[in-house]
């Protein structure tokens, strides 16, 4: 799709920075070799709760950048059904007192964790980055293939996006001030197999090192960015677009919700309701911070 001289000169109007492209991105491109005959989204999934039953778990989702499942798949990038059966097998327990850990012990936490089937497919574990003081906490899903392989969230085209959203509102990912740079962590610390949607079972085994991350950092805002980080956080299964627009909370820290970068790659004309949300999200920190000061 090309932008149309209108079009630009709305988004103009609306406060798009100039750094974000406003052209539209080439659609990204599932992580893991997807068969040829995969079929497009079904519209059918929207706010489906990220605990969704079985059957439900397994549609997908407009609002979502994941991979819909194929027959043809590979056993790793089945429907979530059967990853679900896959790993009913045992499993070491999650470490205990992950509520009282240091960032060291945190870490080594997270590094040696099995307590889900997602141990054995992934390169490596992906704790997150960032100032441990941070203003600013991002909280995205879980990692991508590029993630798995180094080790760091959003190192992909989705990231270089967020990137370039962080910059928009003067925040960055490099070595800074508690101010300026942000502390960034998923949902899930390991990679799906081929982009598939997190099962529950893996977002519940993975939450309390979110949650003792955030704890920690103890930021001023929580930018919150897509369907399963969001409805993960805020323990609801409403889509996106009711839960935007206005300001949540998770262990007493304010969390704002938006769209996540890879469904912007897609959707770039929603961009104008993402600056919005960043927008919104500078305000909650700004008065975070006179409050504070006062
Ligand atoms: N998408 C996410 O939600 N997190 C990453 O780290 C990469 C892509």
């Known amino acids: ?21 406003v ?3 080439p659609v990204e491109v599932p992580q893991a070799a997807a068969p040829s005959s995969m079929s497009p989204a079904a519209d059918v999934g929207a706010g489906q709760p990220v605990a ?3 059957a439900a778990s397994t549609v997908s989702d407009p609002v979502s950048h994941r991979t819909p499942p194929t027959r043809s798949m590979p056993v790793a990038a089945q429907p979530v059904a059967v990853a679900e059966l896959l790993d009913a097998a ?8 992950i509520e009282s850990m240091d960032w060291p012990a945190l870490r080594a936490a997270v590094a040696g964790c099995q307590a889900c089937g997602l141990c054995e497919s992934r390169t490596q574990t992906v704790f997150g980055v960032g100032h441990i003081e941070a203003e600013w906490m991002i909280v995205g899903e879980a990692p991508g293939e590029e993630e798995d392989r180094q080790g760091s969230p959003f190192v ?20 800074d001030s508690a101010t300026r740079q942000v502390f960034i962590a998923n949902v899930l610390k390991c ?6 949607n997190p099962l529950p079972q893996e977002v519940a085994q993975c939450e309390p090192y979110l949650l003792r991350q955030m704890a920690l950092v103890r930021p001023k805002v929580i930018l919150a960015m897509g369907r399963f980080a969001v409805q993960s956080l805020l323990k609801t299964s409403d889509a996106i677009g009711r839960l935007r627009g206005r300001v949540h909370e998770v262990q007493g820290i304010p969390v704002v919700v938006t769209y996540h970068p890879a469904y912007l790659l897609r959707n770039p004309a929603d961009k104008a309701l993402v600056w919005e949300d960043l927008c919104l999200a500078r305000e909650v920190w700004r008065e975070a911070k006179a409050g504070s000061a006062s």
């Open 1 to 21: 799709m090309r932008w149309s001289e209108r079009q630009r000169a709305m988004l103009r109007e609306m406060g798009i920075p100039p750094f974000w492209p």
């Open 23 to 25: 052209e539209a991105e």
């Open 52 to 54: 969704a039953p079985l």
């Open 90 to 97: 045992p499993r070491p327990a999650r470490p205990s007192g």
């Open 156 to 175: 992909g085209r989705a990231g270089q996006l967020l990137d370039r959203m962080l910059a928009a509102i003067d925040l960055t990912r490099s070595e």
């Open 191 to 196: 990679r799906p197999p081929a982009n598939r």
